[in-house]
C-alpha cells in the first residue's frame, strides 16, 4: 500500500455534543473577507485532502455521473470564494444561505472570457462540452494562454467522465487527477410533489472516496487506465493523497444545485460567428521560407 496519506472525513458533531460557544479562531479569516461568510466547521472544515487539492494550480476530476466530482471541486472552490476571489464557472454558483447566484460567480458562456480573467479561480465541469478530444479542441488563443495562468494569478479545476475524454493540452499542463467514487445513495430524494419516483434512480450520494493522483505521467489518452488502486495492474500513477468524507448537510452541497443544466460555452469567433479553423502552411512557389517538411 501506498505511504500517502489517508483521511477518514465524518466529523459532524454527534447529536448529544455540546454546542461550541463560538466558531473556530482557525477559519475566522477566512469567514469575513468574502462576500458571503463561511463557517469553515465540523463537516465543512478544511481537511488535508482540501489542503493538499488546492496546492495544485490545475487540476482534474474525473468519475462517472453522481460520483461527486462537481461536489469535490465546488468543495475545494469555497476558500477561494471566502478570501474574496472571483470564480469563472460553467457551474452556478449559489449563496449557501439563500440560494441565489454567489455575487463572486460569474458565468463562463465564451471561451474568449478565459483570455481576460486574473486574480480568480476557473472551473470548467463537464470539459467534454468546451474541449473535447475528438472535436478540435481549445481554440490557438485559449491553447497559448492556458500554460500562462500562473502570471495572472489563476487556479483551474475541471471535470470529466474520464481523463481520455478531455482536449490532449488540457491533459499535458494537467498536474494532478482525483478519482471520484460516491457511495450510499440518498433513496429518500422525492419530487416537489412529494412523490417518490425515479429520481432516486440519480439520488446523490453520502459518502465519497477521493483519490488524488500525479498527472504527470497520465498525459497520454491511453494512460486513464493507470488511474487505478488495483494491485494487479502493472502500471499505476502515483497516488498523491486519499480521503473519505460524509457530504449531508455540507456547504459545498448547498452551494450549486447538482440537477441543474452546465453552461453552455461558445467558441466561435466573436466577430462573425463562424467557427475558427487552423491555417495550415503548404510551402510556397515564390521560394519563401517554410516549415513545411518534404520526403
Excluded at 71 to 82: E, G, H, I, K, N
Excluded at 145 to 157: H, T, W, Y
Excluded at 235 to 240: E, I, M, Y
Excluded at 246 to 275: E, F, H, I, W
Aim: aromatic share 6%; hydrophobic share 35%; glycine share 8%.
Amino acid at each position: 500500500m501506498s505511504n500517502a496519506d489517508i483521511e477518514f472525513e465524518d466529523s459532524g458533531a454527534g447529536e448529544g455534543s455540546e454546542p461550541e460557544a463560538a466558531p473556530s479562531p482557525e477559519p475566522a479569516h477566512l469567514a469575513t473577507i468574502g462576500a458571503v461568510p463561511y463557517d469553515f466547521t465540523g463537516r465543512d472544515r478544511l481537511t488535508g485532502g482540501v489542503l493538499k487539492r488546492r496546492s495544485v494550480p490545475l487540476i482534474g476530476y474525473v468519475g462517472l455521473n453522481g460520483d461527486g466530482k462537481t461536489q469535490a471541486m465546488v468543495r475545494d472552490t469555497l476558500p477561494s470564494l471566502a478570501a474574496g476571489r472571483r470564480v469563472l464557472s460553467t457551474v452556478a454558483i449559489l449563496d449557501h444561505r439563500t440560494g441565489e447566484p454567489h455575487p463572486l460567480w460569474e458565468p463562463l458562456r465564451s471561451v474568449w472570457q478565459l483570455l481576460d480573467f486574473r486574480d480568480g479561480d476557473i472551473l470548467l465541469d463537464e470539459i467534454t462540452g468546451i474541449f473535447d478530444s475528438r472535436d478540435g479542441g481549445m481554440p490557438n488563443e485559449v491553447r497559448r494562454l492556458m500554460p500562462q495562468m500562473r502570471r495572472r494569478n489563476v487556479v483551474i479545476r475541471w471535470t470529466a467522465i474520464d481523463w481520455d475524454n478531455s482536449d490532449r493540452r488540457l491533459r499535458q499542463i494537467t498536474q494532478a487527477v482525483v478519482k471520484c467514487r460516491g457511495y450510499i445513495p440518498d433513496y429518500s430524494t422525492r419530487r416537489g410533489t412529494g412523490v417518490r419516483d425515479a429520481t432516486s434512480m440519480w439520488a446523490p450520494k453520502r459518502a465519497f472516496s477521493l483519490v488524488t493522483y500525479d498527472a504527470q505521467t497520465l498525459s497520454q489518452s491511453e494512460d486513464s487506465a493507470a488511474i487505478t488502486q488495483d494491485e494487479n495492474k502493472r502500471r499505476k500513477a502515483k497516488v498523491l493523497h486519499r480521503e473519505w468524507y460524509v457530504a449531508g448537510g455540507t456547504l459545498a452541497r448547498a452551494s450549486y444545485n447538482t440537477l441543474d443544466d452546465v453552461l453552455a460555452v461558445d467558441a466561435s469567433c466573436p466577430k462573425c460567428g463562424g467557427r475558427i479553423m487552423a491555417k495550415t502552411c503548404r510551402g510556397h512557389d515564390d521560394g519563401a521560407p517554410s516549415l513545411r517538411v518534404t520526403r
